[in-house]
């Protein structure tokens, strides 16, 4: 009777110190980096969404080796993706990287994302389930 609560208090600290990475990349491999990279995203706003998947695929694809990319990424919050992401780009601007020629700045470039992403929303229009759910009176 005695082992019950030492067993519970055991189970409850583990899954207290499992929820505490909840915010961070999991870097263990690619498939769950790329999931905790989805989870995270779906918890920000929309506009450090884009920041944060644009930063993410910067680091992505400035790093082509998958353990050294695991490795830079594991254990990273967004914020600090992001950070990392903007100092990529300013690498890469400085060394004349073509895909950064049409952008004077990080934002800039931030923006413009954005911006694709609301004509991208603008133009799929409503869903079926939108439709659906609209009530029209024909007069």
């Known amino acids: 009777m005695k082992k019950l609560p030492a067993l519970l208090l055991i189970l409850s600290c583990a ?4 929820c505490g990475k ?9 498939k ?14 929309t506009d450090a ?10 680091i992505r694809d400035a790093k082509k080796d998958d353990k050294e990319f695991l490795s830079i990424v594991d254990g990273k919050k967004p914020n600090e993706i992001i950070a990392l992401g903007k100092e990529i780009y300013q690498q890469r ?3 004349g990287y073509k895909g950064y020629e049409g952008y004077s ?3 800039e470039m931030i923006n413009k ?3 694709e992403r609301m004509d991208q929303d603008n133009r799929k229009g409503k869903s079926k389930e ?3 759910n609209d009530v029209l009176y024909k007069l």
């Open 15 to 18: 899954s207290l110190i499992a």
């Open 22 to 30: 909840g915010e961070e990349i999991n870097g263990h491999n690619t």
């Open 32 to 45: 769950t980096a790329y999931r905790s990279v989805k989870a995270l995203k779906n918890r920000l706003s």
């Open 49 to 58: 969404r884009i920041e944060f998947e644009v930063s993410f695929w910067t």
């Open 93 to 95: 601007k400085q060394e």
């Open 105 to 107: 700045s990080w934002e």
């Open 113 to 115: 994302f954005g911006k």
């Open 130 to 132: 939108d439709k659906e």
